[in-house]
């Protein structure tokens, strides 16, 4: 299947490791153009020389209000263009609601939240029909996730402006689509197992409550992130779309 990738234009926040990585390297796959992003310097460049040609770097942090100008520009002047971005952030600091600090969820909050609400606003000023933003969240959306109430707090607020923000662009051809992940096999989530004290008996446990029996490969999600931001997933937007091997209980 021909996705229509080839040539578009995308960027990918947090793209050096984890999800955001996995995408980047299954738009590419597909011939599209990637502009990533990380925290430090030599993180982007060393992921930029991995990921090999079409794709290009920026150091640059989500929680600075210049940031998203910036990548917009950038990849206009790298590329030539700019058809959609995938926003993906680390996780915020795991605890339990007597544990986390003002600090800690004042920093999630400026980076899991207004980071990507500005970023999305960003993007829905310069996109033009056919465009798409995407985020990258969580099954927390749905589901509280034990042990990880900041993400709980923060993930279905950020859902429900993307919801807001599908139906404002909407009449101008541009989509909104969320990914809902879980249990991906990710350095993030194996060392969320590893809190527990025993990792391996917490994956072996957590994968009990996965229909398919199994963590997912980053591979799989980022597969599942190129289909919906490309022309091929033309019709779908404003949903929120779990990547968890049917883990959620609902339907």
Do not use: C, Q
């Not at 197992?193 to 008996?201: F, K, M, N, P, R």
């Not at 963590?215 to 404003?238: I, K, M, V």
């Amino acid at each position: 299947m021909d996705l229509g990738l080839k040539d578009r234009v995308y960027v990918v926040t947090g793209a050096t490791r984890g999800l955001g990585r996995a995408s980047a390297e299954a738009l590419l796959a597909e011939g599209a153009k990637v502009l990533i992003t990380g925290r430090e310097e030599k993180t982007v460049a060393d992921a930029v020389a991995e990921l090999g040609e079409g794709a290009a770097g920026v150091a640059a942090d989500n929680a600075d209000p210049g940031t998203p100008a910036r990548l917009i520009a950038e990849a206009r002047a790298r590329f030539g263009g700019f058809d959609g971005i995938l926003i993906s952030v680390g996780g915020p600091a795991p605890g339990f609601a007597a544990d986390n600090t003002d600090e800690e969820w004042a920093a999630a909050f400026d980076t899991v939240f207004l980071g990507a609400v500005r970023l999305a606003r960003a993007a829905a000023e310069t996109l033009t029909e056919g465009g798409v933003i995407g985020f990258v969240l969580s099954g927390s959306v749905h589901e509280p996730i034990p042990g990880l109430t900041i993400s709980n707090g923060l993930r279905p607020g950020l859902a429900g402006f993307a919801k807001s923000l599908s139906n404002d662009l909407g009449p101008r051809g541009i989509r909104v689509v969320g990914l809902l992940p879980s249990r991906i096999d990710t350095d993030r989530v194996r060392s969320l197992d590893a809190l527990s004290g025993d990792a391996d008996a917490a994956r072996a446990a957590n994968e009990l409550t996965i229909p398919l029996r199994r963590y997912g490969t980053p591979e799989e999600f980022g597969n599942t992130a190129a289909f919906l931001l490309s022309p091929a997933a033309s019709y779908l937007t404003g949903l929120m779309l779990p990547v968890d091997g049917g883990a959620r209980s609902g339907f």
